[in-house]
């Protein structure tokens, strides 16, 4: 299973675009990125998902870089509520159970 | 949406005890996931299935037992309850196909062993 690292904790002043990085150097080519926050120890929340190319949905944008070893999550105006613990993680090919394996996250601050 | 929940949102029960959380969606996706979480801790996996009558081990299997009969229930059972089994556990459940799909997680089940 590919591994990902990510900061333990990133602080944003509200209203500033938040950039969250992740390196997955170990991705292979049919493993997908995806992003999931927590909040407090609600259910885990989906974000954003991506393969090779950029993606942005309503809620954020994924950067892939081309070598696919990193990405950066970008939530582009910050609000308070956005303060959660945000998880990259390199889904499981089909083939082998596509799981998912959460890492430890980047603790999000966004501060007034 | 209450596309998938968990039952029961909240459990003490004693060492020893046989304990069933149930997880239970109305998409028929094909994957199911059982993870738990302590806490200040991210979630680790348990178990996880792939289709009805289908399952394997995650990174944390010992101590617990699922099945998969139907494909929209997906129960854990923890068969001799410890305290190091005090945890938060969340349920998940994902469509297969060769492309990305979105897995969507239950409220989570809050489970104390005392």
């Known amino acids: 299973d590919a591994k990902t690292t990510q900061p333990t904790s990133m602080d944003c002043a509200e209203g500033r675009a938040a950039n969250l990085p992740c390196n997955h150097s170990?991705?292979?080519?049919?493993?997908?990125v995806y992003w999931y926050r927590q909040i407090h120890s609600q259910g885990p929340q989906y974000i954003i998902h991506g393969l090779k190319n950029n993606e942005t949905n309503e809620m954020a944008s994924l950067i892939i870089t081309e070598d696919r070893k990193s990405s950066t999550l970008i939530l582009p105006h910050a609000t308070l509520r956005d303060t959660a613990v945000y998880y990259c993680?390199?889904?499981?090919?089909?083939?082998?159970?596509?799981?998912?394996?959460f890492g430890q996250g980047t603790e999000l601050s966004v501060k007034p | 949406d209450a596309g998938i929940t968990q039952s029961p949102r909240y459990k003490i029960t004693e060492t020893g005890r046989q304990v069933t959380l149930m997880c239970h969606q109305t998409?028929?996706?094909?994957?199911m996931f059982w993870y738990r979480q302590d806490l200040g801790h991210g979630l680790r996996l348990i178990y996880y299935s792939a289709a009805a009558d289908i399952t394997d081990k995650g990174e944390v299997p010992d101590g617990y037992v699922v099945s998969r009969s139907k494909t929209e229930n997906f129960p854990l059972t923890l068969e001799s309850a410890t305290r190091s089994q005090t945890s938060v556990y969340f349920c998940?459940?994902?469509?297969?196909?060769?492309?990305?799909?979105?897995?969507?997680f239950g409220e989570g089940s809050w489970l104390t062993v005392v």
């Open positions: 998940a459940s994902s469509e297969a196909s060769l492309s990305g799909n979105t897995i969507y």
């Open positions: 998409w028929s996706h094909s994957y």
């Open positions: 993680i390199v889904r499981a090919p089909r083939n082998q159970g596509g799981k998912l394996i």
């Open positions: 170990t991705i292979s080519g049919n493993e997908y």
